[in-house]
């Protein structure tokens, strides 16, 4: 990846989601505010009471420090790059389409689960699913560019999405209650 500079649409993200992060550990941890329940995607919380901001507002909610450290040295190492090459109209769009898709595909997963109890109780959090999406488009856009598996394997682009892919693929069919997350990732990549 040729020199890496932050573009504005980027730039927002990072910080509209690092502070998202701040004020939801600060608010659930002292304060007691249930950020998580409100602006988390809950399948339940969507289903009966219609709680469809939570579409957008679970891209700026994450796990743990790691979860954010992850998505958003991703966002900023390729999103920054594809905006560059696209405008910050249609990154914007692109982004948050893959992410709502991600939260759909999520929510449709979960349809199938919805007897199993508290299955639907499970808020779906982060910027991942966008994330998936901006790495389909950048091994498309860029498949012969070399990239490091695992910070530690070279391999082109498109191979790299197509293990990921596979990965996604696996966990989702194979691994029951992460499986979900896994759902997720594969419908911001679609």
Not at 128 to 145: D, H, K, M, Q
């Amino acid at each position: 990846m040729p020199g890496i500079r932050t573009t504005p649409t980027v730039r927002w993200l990072l910080i509209a989601s690092i502070g998202a992060f701040i004020v939801q550990l600060i608010g659930d941890t002292f304060l007691h505010l249930h950020i998580l329940e409100t602006f988390a995607l809950v399948p339940t919380l969507v289903f009966e009471k219609h709680y469809f901001w939570q579409f957008v507002t679970y891209m700026f909610m994450h796990a743990d420090l790691f979860h954010i450290l992850f998505n958003m040295l991703i966002l900023w190492m390729i999103g920054s790059e594809l905006e560059a090459q696209w405008g910050s109209r249609f990154f914007i769009k692109y982004y948050f389409t893959c992410g709502v898709s991600a939260g759909l595909f999520y929510m449709v997963v979960q349809a199938f689960f919805r007897s199993q109890p508290g299955i639907n109780t499970i808020p779906m959090v982060g910027s991942s699913g966008a994330v998936y999406g901006l790495l389909v488009a950048y091994g498309i856009i860029y498949s012969e560019r070399m990239m490091l598996f695992m910070m530690v394997f070279p391999m082109k682009a498109k191979h790299f999405v197509m293990i990921l892919a596979a990965i996604e693929f696996v966990s989702t069919v194979f691994y029951s209650r992460s499986g979900f997350d896994n759902a997720a990732h594969l419908g911001g990549m679609i």
